[in-house]
């Protein structure tokens, strides 16, 4: 029986992989770097070795599969060129496990994780599957139906796979350090469709998507008239949010999803029309409303009278979408926004956006721009961004305590790179001056 070794496990997507090898009943380890991410607990829960990077690593009889953003010469790929050893990077093996079942890619700019997860809580329910989810997620079943996963756009890494059907969820010009404009990203969407074998669901009200064309049907949603599938009588409660379903103009049920803001009804109406194309049963579909959410999209936890949201947005159009969630859940709360720009590139292509998206907070804290390891500096600083923002500060995690000033307030933590240490960082002072009153108090 060969052994999957994974260089660089602690990735999000070769995490998720990992673990569906594994729960296939597979034999896994794999190798990173010494600091701790939050994809480790699941990995060490199951059992999954994680070893420090070294050639000794590899064995002869190993298949490995290696990380996108690890290059030639690494040392433990090196070595495993120079014993001639089945080698795949992870777009590559997904491409080829994939094969073994009904595929569904969930695909598109913003909002691929949060319907990834929607959709396979769903199916989930009805079917024993498989599911990649780009928050380090995975899930395999020896019994698997269907294999649902998350599909980048990245360096067109989603042109490896073939799947039966794709959700595309929009398309906007992200990745500046690869797409030379948003014609080179419709480009690679339009390829994407291309190959896809069944059919595509795809968001109408997304004009880019409109001009998608393919040799499969494609199942339009949105809030749009024209649209297949239709979302209308949007009412906002406590808990959530309810919408009434149209199918080509009939009306097919009433569904509550335990989430806020448009774009979390999009998400929702891309997996009821792909359930509904599977023929799945409406009362399998409405466990929608039990979906507990991903692992950093608007994750909650509530210190005093704050509320704390982690959350990934690192574009413009998710910070808006992030603030206006807030705005709609807590609508007599303060909102502010702590903000880590997640590449030079993107930081340079979009500085007007951002500020723009970012003024939608009551009081902006922003922290240094967190630098990829594929790109150049140049002459940017977060100065540039700072100065968009009249009413802006700085921060980083050694001066968390100004943020306790905002009683009763929205403390929305957001960005793809490390911000999570600057709400750690915070919640440390907190749990420090609360346990230092209790002393004093005592």
């Known amino acids: 029986m060969t052994t999957y070794h994974f260089i660089g496990i602690k990735g ?20 990173d770097v010494d600091q701790t991410f939050f994809t480790q607990e699941v990995l060490e829960n199951k059992g999954i070795p994680i070893l420090p990077f070294t050639k000794e690593n590899i064995k ?10 690890f290059s030639e010469d690494h040392i433990e790929i090196q070595e495993a060129k120079r014993q001639g050893l089945p080698f795949f990077r992870y777009h590559e093996f997904l491409g080829e496990w994939l ?18 997860g929607l ?17 380090g997620t995975g899930q395999g079943h020896v019994d698997s139906e269907y294999f649902i996963f998350e599909a980048c756009e990245y360096r067109r890494h989603f042109l490896h796979y073939k799947p039966d059907y794709a959700i595309m969820t929009n398309i906007d010009f992200d990745h500046p350090d690869y797409f030379k404009d948003l014609e080179d990203v419709c480009d690679a969407f339009q390829s994407m469709a291309d190959q896809v074998k069944k059919g595509i669901i795809a968001c109408g009200d997304d004009e880019h998507l409109q001009e998608i064309r ?45 989430m806020f803001g448009d774009h979390t009804i999009l998400n929702a109406l891309a997996v009821i029309a792909m359930c509904h194309y599977e023929e799945m049963n409406v009362e399998h579909i409405k466990t929608l409303t039990s979906f507990e959410g991903v692992k950093r999209r608007f994750s909650e936890k ?22 206006d969630a807030v705005r709609q859940k807590y609508p007599d709360k303060e909102v502010v926004a702590i903000f880590q720009p997640h590449t030079f590139t993107r930081t340079k292509i979009f500085l007007q956006e951002f500020a723009e998206s970012l003024r939608l907070a009551d009081q902006v804290y922003l922290c240094d721009i967190f630098s990829s390891a594929r790109e150049e500096q140049g002459e940017l600083t977060i100065d540039d961004l700072l100065n968009l923002i009249p009413e802006g ?18 403390l929305v933590f957001m960005g793809a790179g490390d911000i999570q240490k ?8 907190l749990l420090h001056s609360t346990s230092h009153m209790n002393k004093e108090f005592n």
């Open 302 to 323: 509530r210190i005093n009278n704050q509320v704390l949201i982690d959350d990934y947005a690192h574009h413009p159009i998710e910070v808006t979408a992030t603030i």
């Open 393 to 410: 500060k700085q921060m980083n995690e050694h001066e968390t305590g100004v943020l306790a000033t905002h009683d009763n307030s929205v």
């Open 60 to 69: 002869s009889s190993y298949t490995i599969i290696a990380g996108n953003s």
């Open 214 to 258: 393919a040799k499969v049907p494609v199942v339009y949603y949105g809030f749009g008239e024209t649209n297949d599938f239709q979302a209308k009588n949007v009412e906002t409660l406590k808990d959530g949010t309810q919408f009434d379903v149209f199918v080509r103009n009939t009306y097919y049920d009433t569904f509550v999803i335990p």
């Open 119 to 135: 959709l396979a809580h769903v199916f989930n329910q009805a079917y024993p599957i498989s599911y990649l989810i780009g928050d």
């Open 422 to 429: 600057v709400q750690k960082a915070y919640e440390k002072t």
């Open 99 to 116: 094969k073994q079942y009904t595929s569904i890619a969930v695909t598109g700019a913003h909002g691929k994780t949060s319907t990834t």
């Open 12 to 31: 999000t997507g070769m995490s998720a992989l990992a673990q569906i090898l594994h729960d296939s009943g597979e034999k896994v380890q794999g190798s």
